[in-house]
């Protein structure tokens, strides 16, 4: 590996931000005396956001709603296609994303505002799906477990999807909700190879940490799905069904899969990483990402942004569906009961 390589870091590199007027630039590199780019240090910004609840109306997603306590993510997957948010606050979706984390502190108490108006009505909210809830930060803050009890107090339905083994500590919220059906929980493993997760997910929990979390959820009684996304072909498509395997095995009800896409500075970022770390097999995982998306690693088409078409489309989703047939067929995903909720909280007369 070159010795400029930023170990503990996904992207290796700062894209542009199409929102400054000036950027920093390595175009005339004789004219650096020292490397303009070292191995950035995890900074913090505070952040009081006045709502925490966003209404999700992407065709291919459904009606839905999600929050983030958290923006910008230490674990630093090289495919996030969080990344490009990073820039609507004058970051860099490369190594910023990664090194920059915003942190929403007053989440807890915004949340109970927005779920306490008179016309709010009860659906379920995931908890993350822009940035991973449960990343390194969360140690210290503790957002998400108090996002949590405020759910739990009114008894809110709620998902969660994470790569982290953290989730573990919110046990026993997650077990009060689950008693009411209120909650369902996603883990992400994307490869079951060290090596491979290691350069794509850094600074995640390893794959058996995962599958362990999985069976510990699942022994709890609390629902547990794994997410196998995003799949890359000709680096982790493969796996599919010895990964639904072991998830299966360590107690999974379900399985969810998206494929791979590279939009906006993701795909600058994933190109140089995937350079610097299979430069062997650049051309045949680019081309057959290319392939998915109708000839671009850019796609923004519902529908097809996230399953792919063509050929090797085809084989990945026929992968995925007998490896669900065969190892998934029988269990199914507790359905959320709304009627729980209550405005006034989880109090009684007695």
């Known amino acids: 590996m070159d010795e400029s390589y930023f170990k503990g870091r996904g992207a290796q590199i700062k894209t542009e931000n199409k929102f400054l007027k000036a950027q920093y630039v390595t175009e005339h590199i004789e004219g650096l005396d020292e490397p303009l780019l070292e191995t950035p240090a995890t900074q913090i910004f505070i952040e009081n956001p006045k709502k925490i609840i966003n209404k999700v109306d992407s065709p291919d997603l459904g009606s839905m709603y999600s929050m983030n306590p958290y923006q ?3 674990h630093g997957c090289i495919y996030c296609y969080a990344r490009n948010t990073h820039e609507y606050y004058g970051f ?19 949340l109970e505002r927005q779920i306490m108006q008179k016309n709010w009505q009860a659906a379920p909210i995931m908890l993350s799906g822009n940035t991973d809830c449960y990343q390194p930060q969360e140690r210290k803050f503790e957002l998400t477990r108090k996002m949590l009890q405020v759910l739990a107090k009114y008894r809110h339905p709620v998902s969660l999807i994470t790569k ?5 500590r919110d046990i026993d919220i ?3 909700l689950a008693s009411d059906n209120l909650v369902h929980v996603a883990i992400s493993i994307t490869t079951l190879n060290e090596d491979l997760r290691r350069a794509m997910e850094p600074r ?4 058996i940490k995962r599958l362990k979390t999985i069976e510990t959820l699942t022994n709890a009684k609390i629902p547990v799905v794994v997410m196998t996304a995003p799949i890359i072909p000709g680096l982790n498509h493969h796996e599919i069904p010895q990964l639904i395997k ?6 999974a009800l379900a399985a969810g899969m998206t494929v791979v896409r590279l939009n906006g500075s993701i795909g600058k970022i994933f190109e140089d990483w995937l350079r610097k770390n299979f430069p062997n097999r650049f051309d045949k995982v680019w081309n057959q990402i290319c392939s998915l998306h109708g000839g671009s690693v850019n796609d923004s088409e519902f529908g097809r942004r ?11 989703h026929q992968l995925f569906r007998s490896a669900k047939k065969k190892y998934l067929s029988g269990r199914e995903v507790p359905p959320y009961d ?10 009684s007369l007695f």
């Open 72 to 74: 910008g993510c230490e």
């Open 92 to 110: 860099s979706a490369g190594l910023d994303f990664e090194s920059k984390i915003i942190v929403k502190q007053n989440a807890p108490q915004v």
């Open 164 to 168: 982290n083994s953290l989730i573990t």
């Open 174 to 176: 997650l077990q009060d």
């Open 204 to 207: 995640t929990a390893s794959a």
């Open 246 to 251: 072991a998830a299966a095995d360590h107690g």
């Open 306 to 316: 996230m399953a792919g078409e063509g050929n090797v489309a085809d084989v990945i």
């Open 338 to 347: 709304l009627t729980k909720f209550r405005k006034g909280g989880n109090l």
